[in-house]
């Protein structure tokens, strides 16, 4: 539990050019731990996605160095490794819920069997079983975020990345959610970052990150896990 999956030195990414640059992350020096949860907070704009972007090895930084130590190079890290769940809709469309759930094993090298198997498990968990042969046109906004939480979820990642994870839920189906990718993550030892505006989502993990302008701060583990 204690391997280093992503450390990261002065870490930084900025967008634009001249006076229309902007520091979406600026300055960042972290370790993520094996087995970890984390909640990273902040106000619309602070630099929370291009973290969760950079943590995945989905963009690279413009200053600054980041590694990741117990997964290997970034090329490597996806799509066994690392998992992401974006906020906004990430599903192929002209792949049922049950095939996009199902891609990430299929991609990584497992059987179709296998690969069907688990991504009904983890449909089930996310209440989508009845969903599996609709496509993402025909699902509501939260369904198509489950179906993106699903999967992230499936197999076994090291790492799960989660942006907003409950903002297109009701507030008894966010509860629902946050509870079962808890469940998820602690039973394959899976670290969890969930970017959150949601202080009850926050309050489901033991440690805080802060992000406010591009600046990280760590505010260290709040409450036993």
Not at 63 to 79: D, F, K, M, V
């Amino acid at each position: 539990m204690d391997d280093v999956l992503v450390r990261a030195e002065d870490l930084g990414r900025v967008f634009g050019e001249g006076e229309q640059t902007v520091a979406a992350v600026s300055g960042a020096t972290f370790t993520l731990r094996a087995g970890a949860g984390i909640a990273l907070i902040g106000p619309s704009g602070s630099g929370k996605s291009t973290f969760l972007h950079l943590l995945a090895g989905l963009d690279a930084p413009t200053s600054g160095a980041i590694e990741w130590p117990a997964l290997g190079e970034r090329a490597a890290l996806r799509p066994a490794l690392v998992r992401i769940a974006f906020q906004g809709p990430s599903l192929l469309p002209p792949l049922t819920v049950a095939e996009n759930v199902a891609l990430p094993l299929l991609l990584a090298g497992s059987t179709e069997q296998e690969a069907q198997r688990e991504a009904s498990e983890m449909m089930e968990m996310m209440a989508l079983s009845e969903l599996g042969e609709k496509l993402p046109e025909e699902l509501s906004g939260g369904q198509v975020q489950r179906a993106g939480l699903a999967r992230a979820l499936v197999g076994h990642p090291r790492l799960v990345l989660a942006d907003e994870p409950t903002g297109q839920q009701d507030r008894a189906t966010g509860v629902m959610v946050i509870d079962r990718v808890l469940r998820r993550v602690r039973s394959i030892g899976a670290a969890l970052v969930v970017a959150t505006h949601d202080p009850a989502v926050a309050a489901r993990l033991p440690t805080h990150w802060r992000m406010r302008d591009g600046e990280l701060t760590e505010e260290g583990a709040l409450r036993s896990r």
